[in-house]
């Protein structure tokens, strides 16, 4: 068995081991049928090293491809069931929330109904913040989450940048319990965001709302300004998912909460192999922070993702020893995007013209956005484009 597993990882390396390419294949096995975003949503496994080793399979006639996703051949079915002592089809889930700690039950229809078209609204995404928009289902859970662990009503709230328009959900989540009384608010609820556009466009939405709500840009690299400090109950964020951006952020957040054991901090961050786990951990655990609870597949997001859409739901609560890593009275210099620390150079074919143009931080377009935007250079056209590779390093993929 180990030698089976050993000889694929040697090939198409993984940094969760042997133990990830088990997991693969355990997961196939249990659904019989599945597709690549579905089992990279199931192992947490990117999209791209799924397709790589699911084609090395296909090709060694363990696996095989059909329209509507992927499956053991016979003989692959039997060779798997014989190296790894596969058995049975896994535990079946229930059928309504498929295992969600927040079910969304049909009585929340209505609200959906309406937060899709206001979330809509939203602008275009900036990948240089490295923004990607959660889906109206995804803001209504964490509104809930934050009622269910009683972080919401009375409480002085932050979003600490809400490209999401998680603060929207909170605004329109009385119209669940009782339509009639909008009474289900924060005593106060701010949302601070860099990003302009997303202020504004939420600011349109809930000028209708009687309830103490304020705005504030601002970019958390810069040092806290002094009515912010010590002021908030819960703060909920999805910061940056890189090691700087998440050890600034938590410490802006622990520097804006009151001073006062048991307050909450909801942070939404990207699944990771056990080593940057361990870091991510690492930062929690030095910053005097308590994870009482973790959801790995809590929020989906809109458009493509190597990660398949999904980020995992951290509860981190403060007690006496909490303290923030980075100092409330200083700037923070160094990178903390994605872009910044990583800069990626991708070409996009036009599936106008055929021509193929180079986006990146070096290039006439930083983001696939601002090609959109401002249209391909050879034909005018503003899409479709199709990612051709991309060049990380010197390297192409």
């Known amino acids: 068995m180990s030698n089976f597993l050993e000889d694929i990882q040697k090939k198409i390396p993984l940094q969760e081991g042997i133990e990830g390419h088990r997991t693969i294949f355990r997961e196939i096995y249990r659904a019989g049928l599945i597709s690549l975003k579905d089992l990279s949503q199931k192992?947490?496994?990117?999209?791209?090293?799924?397709?790589?080793?699911?084609?090395?399979?296909?090709?060694?006639?363990?696996?095989?491809?059909?329209?509507?996703?992927?499956?053991?051949?016979?003989?692959?079915?039997?060779?798997?069931?014989?190296?790894?002592?596969?058995?049975?089809?896994?535990?079946?889930?229930?059928?309504?929330?498929?295992?969600?700690?927040?079910?969304?039950?049909?009585?929340?229809?209505?609200?959906?109904?309406?937060l899709e078209k206001l979330f809509d609204t939203r602008p275009e995404v900036d990948t240089s913040l490295d923004q990607a928009f959660?889906?109206?289902?995804?803001?209504?859970?964490?509104?809930?989450?934050?009622?269910?662990?009683?972080?919401?009503?009375?409480?002085?709230?932050?979003?600490?940048?809400?490209?999401?328009?998680?603060?929207?959900?909170?605004?329109?989540?009385?119209?669940?319990?009782?339509?009639?009384?909008?009474?289900?608010?924060?005593?106060?609820?701010?949302?601070?965001?860099?990003?302009?556009?997303?202020?504004?466009?939420?600011?349109?939405?809930?000028?209708?709302?009687?309830?103490?709500?304020?705005?504030?840009k601002w970019d958390y690299k810069k040092k806290i300004p002094s009515e912010l400090l010590h002021k908030f109950d819960s703060i909920m964020l999805d910061p940056?998912?890189?090691?700087?951006?998440?050890?600034?952020?938590?410490?802006?957040?622990?520097?804006?909460?009151?001073?006062?054991?048991?307050?909450?901090i909801f942070l939404s961050f990207a699944?990771?192999?056990?080593?940057?786990?361990?870091?991510?951990?690492?930062?929690?655990?030095?910053?005097?922070?308590?994870?009482?609870?973790?959801?790995?597949?809590?929020?989906?997001?809109?458009?493509?993702?190597?990660?398949?859409?999904?980020?995992?739901?951290i509860h981190l609560v403060t007690f006496s020893k909490t303290k923030s890593l980075v100092s409330f009275d200083e700037n923070f210099e160094d990178n903390i995007y994605t872009g910044e620390i990583s800069p990626t150079t991708r070409f996009y074919y036009c599936r106008n013209c055929h021509k193929t143009i180079e986006v990146g931080d070096k290039s006439?377009?930083?983001?696939?956005?601002?090609?959109?935007?401002?249209?391909c250079p050879h034909c005018g056209s503003t899409g479709p484009f199709n990612l051709e590779r991309k060049s990380k390093n010197n390297q192409r993929s």
């Open 43 to 114: 192992t947490l496994i990117p999209i791209p090293l799924i397709a790589k080793i699911v084609n090395k399979l296909i090709e060694a006639k363990i696996l095989d491809r059909i329209s509507e996703g992927i499956l053991f051949t016979e003989n692959g079915m039997k060779y798997i069931e014989n190296e790894l002592n596969f058995y049975g089809y896994g535990i079946i889930k229930c059928e309504e929330c498929n295992g969600h700690p927040v079910y969304l039950s049909p009585r929340w229809d209505y609200l959906l109904e309406i």
């Open 271 to 313: 699944n990771r192999a056990p080593d940057q786990i361990f870091k991510i951990q690492e930062i929690i655990t030095q910053m005097g922070l308590v994870i009482t609870e973790i959801f790995p597949r809590f929020n989906t997001y809109e458009g493509a993702s190597v990660f398949g859409n999904l980020t995992q739901m």
């Open 134 to 216: 959660a889906t109206a289902k995804s803001s209504l859970r964490r509104a809930l989450l934050l009622y269910e662990r009683g972080a919401l009503e009375g409480k002085k709230i932050c979003l600490l940048g809400d490209d999401d328009y998680t603060s929207v959900a909170i605004s329109h989540l009385y119209l669940g319990f009782f339509p009639e009384e909008p009474k289900l608010i924060p005593d106060e609820l701010m949302i601070i965001d860099l990003d302009e556009r997303i202020l504004n466009g939420i600011k349109d939405i809930l000028t209708e709302f009687d309830f103490n709500v304020s705005y504030k």
């Open 364 to 375: 006439n377009f930083k983001t696939i956005e601002k090609l959109k935007e401002n249209g």
């Open 240 to 264: 940056p998912y890189t090691e700087a951006g998440l050890k600034l952020t938590l410490s802006r957040a622990v520097d804006m909460l009151k001073e006062i054991p048991g307050r909450d």
